[in-house]
């Protein structure tokens, strides 16, 4: 994987408030199908016709790889923690179902900064990061504690 052009984001110039919009991400049904296939092989995720008599009606992608998808979005072109996006933990919700078709992006908010008490090197970022669709349709919320790191004296 080529390098990161984007600069380097330490705990030290992040501020609560700050605010990014990742890039667009079009899921379809095949890589719901498949993704399901292997690590979510549930009716409502793996077969179109089985999935319209159940709970979503229809086709819809596992919360498991909304947050893949999420994930993919916030390293590739949300924010760019020195080090990488390294959770710590969080809680994570989904208001509705991700369908095929779906164009997704992530529009994430620092919540909080809580440096290390123990390790003057680090810190907590709390990142809220809501993944929505073109629409504005709210399909996963996440609010994530990540690592940030100071930057080097």
């Keep these: ?4 052009p984007r600069p380097a984001l330490f705990l ?3 501020s609560v408030g700050d605010t990014v919009t990742t890039d667009e ?9 498949e993704f399901a ?10 077969d179109e016709e089985g999935a319209v008599d ?6 819809a992608a596992s919360g ?7 994930m993919r979005l916030l390293v590739t072109s949300g924010f760019a923690f020195s080090g990488g996006v390294v959770g710590a933990g ?19 908010t620092v919540a909080e900064i809580t440096p290390s008490r123990s390790r003057p090197d680090r810190g907590t970022v709390t990142l809220r990061s809501e993944t929505k669709t073109a629409d504005g ?7 994530a504690r990540l690592v940030a790191f100071r930057k080097p004296a």
């Excluded at 296939?37 to 793996?46: A, E, K």
């Excluded at 969080?90 to 994430?108: C, N, Q």
């Excluded at 349709?137 to 609010?143: A, F, K, T, Y």
């Design 64 to 70: 498991w790889h909304t947050a893949a998808m999420t």
């Design 37 to 46: 296939t292997r690590y979510d092989p549930q009716v409502f995720h793996t």
């Design 25 to 33: 991400y079009v899921v379809t049904k095949q890589e719901i199908i």
């Design 90 to 108: 969080g809680d994570i919700s989904w208001p509705s179902a991700t369908r095929a078709g779906d164009v997704l992006h992530v529009e994430s």
């Design 137 to 143: 349709e709210i399909r996963q919320v996440l609010v």
């Design 1 to 4: 994987m080529a390098s990161d």
């Design 54 to 59: 159940t709970f979503f009606g229809g086709l």
């Design 12 to 14: 030290d110039n992040i």
